[in-house]
RNA sequence: GGAGAGAUGGCUGAGUGGUCGAAAGCGGCGGUCUUGAAAACCGUUGUCCCAAAAGGACCGGGGGUUCGAAUCCCUCUCUCUCCGCCA
């Protein structure tokens, strides 16, 4: 959620921001402007109708203890009563339209970025290189499969299309990247966490999913209770609402988690033939990190997740790069993010492997997520952020391709032999 | 799944219709005393809306009764106890 008063002060700002990301909220920007001065003049319109009603039911007691007659006072009380029903009607009108055009704004991107979308998107730095083959390369798909690493027919046969099964090495070595990305982040002083992967409503409301990417989510449809559940499609969502409505202290912060969880996504109609295998399903894993920082400190810690993901993926030996994102290629809760994106031989090109950003205090908002500043006093928003460390399914992909021989075995990345038996070449 | 109990400030816990934003204790902060600390004593100590004053809101959430609700009613959520079932 953006800040009320921001979007009062410079409504312009507010509106080329969003712009830049793509987005035209002009129409909505007007609305709420017009529904802030409603809205407000029915609070102060109600408020002093409560202020007389106090003030009058005051001296109810004292007329009865001194046996007074209070009919006169009674028929005052009953039309104040009438008013602020009236008021407190047409206040939770304007409020109810207010707050779900509120939550419909996008974050603002942070100054700076490149407008439009994915064209302007900005390669940063690069590492290591393209590896050159000396024999056709194989897709991950084919290897996978002759390899007995994933099951892709039982997986469609289990769960439909967009399922695989890992099976023995192909599970030992998915298993081996989530306990090598979860032991760097320990080394690094950040606690584990891990979550339930069945969420309530409020969760994706305050990550930013809801109410518009409502569709993007499996929806559990067994649920009798009044709160609609969904399964989760990032741990980001879970651990951003980890202290919703809470007040934290300043010593208490950065909070730094990590979660490793299976994402699950609907990717309606998002099916491409260059995606298949396992780079795009309805389930993945993933390990992801999040931190809750103070405002001054976010871009320090932007920085900090950005390079701890390029550390994972230059210890497993990958050539890679890293993007910044143009405004309107940042999802809608973001203000800033950096992709990683590794090269899979087989489609020739980059592919996302993990994406960093700062949601600044647009979830806090959201969530109602506040620290206590010791100087002053005061709460204030925390700032969000979050990024993958990593996701596996393009990971391992690129393992088999990029570390393929000309016998159609793999190599092992290095540090991943140790949870695997320390075994070196998965072959047939 | 069946039966019952409960949800009050950072914590424990009183409060069953008016002067209650809420007793008391603990904790926190400040002070007195002390070389320093502890103890003792004194004071202070919730959040939110509002630029601020004034004012208003908040006793799990929502709704209702009433001139007036922490207190009565309805409903939802959550927690606990016992029984049943179960990884």
Redesign the pocket.
Known sequence: MLD??LIRENPDKVKAGLQAKGVDCDREIDRILELDALR?DA?YA???L??E??????K??EL??AGGDTSAI?AE??K??EEIKENEARL?EIEEEYRSLMLSLPNLPDEGLKPGGKENNEPIRYFGEVRKFDFEPKNHVDLCTELGLIDYTRGAKLSGSGFWVYRGLGARLEWALLNYFIDTHLADGYELVLLPHILGYEAGLTAGQFPKFEEDVFWLQTD????RRFLLPTAETALVSLHRDE?LSEAELPRKYISYTPCFRREAGSYRAEERGMVRGHQFNKVEMVQYTKPEDSDAAFEELVGKAEALVKGLGFHFRTVKLAAGDCSASMARTYDIEIYIPSMNGYKEVSSVSNARDYQARRGNI?F?RAET???EFVHTLNGSGLATSRILPAIVEQNQKADGSIVVPEVLRKYMDGIEIIGI
């Open positions: 009320i008063k407000r609070i109600t408020e002093n409560k202020a009603q106090n003030r009058v039911s005051k109810i007691p009865k203890k009674f009380m009953n104040l009563k939770r009798e209770s009044s709160q007040i506040r206590k006093g005061k709460t």
